[in-house]
């Protein structure tokens, strides 16, 4: 192919145009759900090292909240919000970064675990991974850690 082919991104690389969707066949459409990319999106951005929460201040009281529940199960698209279209797909992940971990790395290792995790899975292109980081986690601070030193001043 020549480079008028390709097209170039950004950075000026050449790539290849999206060929197609696997979902759309002469034997039929096969539609995916947004909370299964939701889910995929969640799982593979806790796989993350350096992740220590997935959502806004909100959205984690509420989960730590429903995981007391005896019998709940984990919301594992907790923090994650996605559109999606016949053939491609958009996502948007609000976390909680590890203290020391460094940031644009953090992110940029997020999205490709995700991009990879989504395409493999579902066979949607992903066209962006935008990212949000709320908090940074310190050992030792708030309610997550169970072994805290007691309050000095009752």
Do not use: C, F, W
């Amino acid at each position: 192919m020549t480079s008028a082919q390709l097209g170039a991104d950004a950075s000026g690389k050449e790539v290849s145009p999206y060929q197609g969707s696997p979902l759309v066949s002469s034997q039929g459409k096969t539609t995916i759900a947004g909370v299964v990319v939701s889910k995929i999106a969640g799982i593979a951005t806790r796989e993350v090292s350096g992740v220590h929460d997935l959502g806004a201040g909100t959205s984690r009281v509420v989960g730590a909240l429903r995981e007391r529940i005896p019998g709940a199960s984990v919301n594992q698209s907790q923090g994650v919000s996605v559109e999606i279209g016949e053939k491609q797909a958009a996502v948007d992940i609000d976390i909680v970064a590890e203290y020391g971990v460094a940031i644009a790395d953090l992110a940029a290792g997020i999205r490709r675990n995700v991009i990879a995790a989504i395409e493999r899975m579902t066979g949607l292109e992903v066209t962006e991974v935008n990212i949000t980081v709320h908090d940074v986690y310190l050992d030792g601070d708030g309610a997550d850690d169970a072994d805290a030193a007691p309050a000095r001043v009752q």
